[in-house]
């Protein structure tokens, strides 16, 4: 029988003949972004402390770094297509470490937003070549595999994160979360020069008025949504808030009317799967940045938790995704994507909303760790079956644009998750405790927990922000219920082919398009 050579490029050339030696490389950035997101939120407490500021400061360091990550991703995937993904991925991880550099060495809040700032693009120019390449490098029939490592990776960096964050903070202060960056930023810089091929590349035009129109629409509207409570809702900030939902609409207008390259192919939108994957995963990525921050004030300010002991809540969690992700991965080729997304994105959302319901200052440990461990369940369900269905029809000159629009929108659902749940907070704080300002309190005592007349109040807060993010979830199973069977799990309607003479093996072929 023929045997298929495990990468190849647009002209049938073999691309790498160790694909999955590149693959390892390349989850060293992904592990490094994704260890960073989970590994400041058990420090968020601690930073509010020591930087003195309040919720909404803490937010701004998880909203500034996501909306950086955001608005470049649309035009990232195409440096990636046209000087070469392993160029943009050492660029990125560059970048990145030298901006975790700074976040170490920030004094002030101020400082610390605007070097996650810096860190956001560094992510943003890495994360569309890890996508990008695994969809050069490995043929439709193997990127469930692939993806399902890149689904164990995410487990392992969720668990490794919080872990390491609670005892990095706890032993030499929140500062360190950042400079261990450094010697995995190098190691990942070694190991893509060596490891990573280089790839076909395509020539691209570069839509900028698209990304001036991306960038002024969403940051306008996280910053409505973000600072409105704040302003109490003032005429100008429901006015910021319709401005940027009109320069986002301008700007889709733009790429279905543009001559040259349109920032975003609306062409992807034909196929389905890609479509409604993309509405997946900004659901996902909603819901993930929404339930950290209220979960994480309640096991330290609530639960009187050390960053430490708030991180080994969460360990049960992450396990079952690493143990459960790889072998999703390899079922996820054979088994209708609906099957396995639509159940794991309902089962995510019950687990939320249960955890919103469990949030109480009396709650044991154990009562809190059972909906934690239901979201690891469903998680190994759902990152990397969404990105292999999104990915899989994807035609290689298109892989940039299409990781890119895919994580574009992932990021997006994050930003917006972020600024959501800190408006929803502080209202839900200000109904719940009026008059009082909870972080004042807690300094004036000296701990880490709040005072007990606080506590029902802030956890009754907290758990009715969970109900966000468990309702956006229920967002993604609808559109995922309507996946259709990927082509090559279709029967070939192609008459038999007869054996080849010579050989004696029958051969023949099934198109990989969109269903």
Not at 7 to 21: D, F, L, M, Q
Not at 125 to 145: C, D, H, N, V
Request: net charge neutral.
């Amino acid at each position: 029988m023929t045997r298929s050579t495990p990468a190849t490029g647009a002209t049938g050339s073999e691309v790498t003949t160790r694909p999955w030696a590149a693959l390892m490389a390349l989850c060293v950035g992904f592990f490094m972004i994704l260890v960073d997101m989970t590994i400041v939120a058990v420090a968020q407490p601690r930073i509010q402390a020591d930087l003195d500021t309040d919720v909404n400061g803490v937010v701004w360091v998880t909203s500034a770094y996501l909306l950086t990550y955001a608005v470049p991703l649309l035009i990232t995937g195409r440096l990636g297509d046209k000087y070469g993904p392993k160029t943009m991925y050492q660029l990125g991880l560059i970048v990145f470490t030298l901006a975790s550099v700074w976040c170490g060495l920030s004094s002030s809040i101020e400082e610390l937003i605007a070097a996650r700032g810096l860190q956001g693009i560094g992510a943003a120019l890495i994360t569309p070549q890890t996508m990008s390449l695994i969809t050069r490098i490995f043929p439709p029939e193997k990127r469930g595999a692939a993806m399902g490592i890149w689904g164990t990776v995410a487990g392992v960096a969720t668990l490794v994160g919080p872990l390491l964050g609670g005892i990095l903070t706890d032993a030499l202060g929140w500062e360190w979360i950042f400079f261990i960056n450094l010697p995995v930023g190098i190691a990942g810089l070694v190991l893509a020069a060596t490891l990573v091929p280089k790839v076909e590349t395509k020539d691209h035009q570069f839509d900028w008025v698209g990304v001036v129109l991306s960038a002024i629409g969403l940051s306008a509207l996280v910053f409505g949504i973000q600072e409105g409570e704040s302003f109490d809702w003032a005429a100008w900030i429901w006015a910021l808030i319709v401005g940027g939902l009109v320069f986002l609409a301008v700007f889709v207008w733009w790429q279905s009317r543009i001559r040259t390259e349109p920032l975003v192919p609306l062409s992807l939108f034909r196929d389905r799967n890609f479509s409604l994957a993309t509405v997946g995963i900004s659901s996902m990525g909603f819901a993930v940045s929404a339930m950290m921050i209220p979960l994480t004030f309640f096991l330290q300010l609530v639960g009187g938790m050390t960053p430490t002991r708030s991180a080994v809540v969460l360990v049960p969690m992450a396990i079952l995704t690493g143990v459960l992700a790889p072998i999703v991965g390899r079922i996820v080729d054979r088994v209708h994507p609906r099957a396995i997304v639509s159940i794991a994105l309902l089962l995510n959302a019950i687990a939320i909303g249960w955890l919103g319901v469990v949030v109480r200052p009396e709650t044991p440990v154990w009562m809190i760790i059972l909906p934690l461990c239901l979201m690891g369940i469903a998680s190994a369900g759902i990152w990397a079956p969404l990105a292999a269905t999104a990915t899989r029809n994807l035609p290689w000159h298109q892989a940039g644009a299409g990781a890119g629009v895919y994580n574009t929108l992932r990021v997006i659902g994050s930003v917006l998750g972020s600024a959501m749940i800190g408006a929803l907070l502080q209202s839900r704080l200000a109904a719940e405790l009026p008059g009082i300002d909870a972080a004042a309190a807690q300094d004036s005592t000296g701990a880490n927990q709040l005072p007990e007349f606080l506590r029902e109040g802030f956890a009754t807060a907290m758990g009715q922000s969970l109900y966000l993010p468990a309702a956006a979830l229920l967002v993604g199973v609808v559109a995922t219920f309507f996946f259709v069977r990927p082509a090559h799990q279709m029967p070939s309607r192609a008459p038999a082919v007869p054996a080849d003479a010579a050989t004696g093996s029958a051969t023949h072929t099934v198109p990989v398009t969109g269903a």
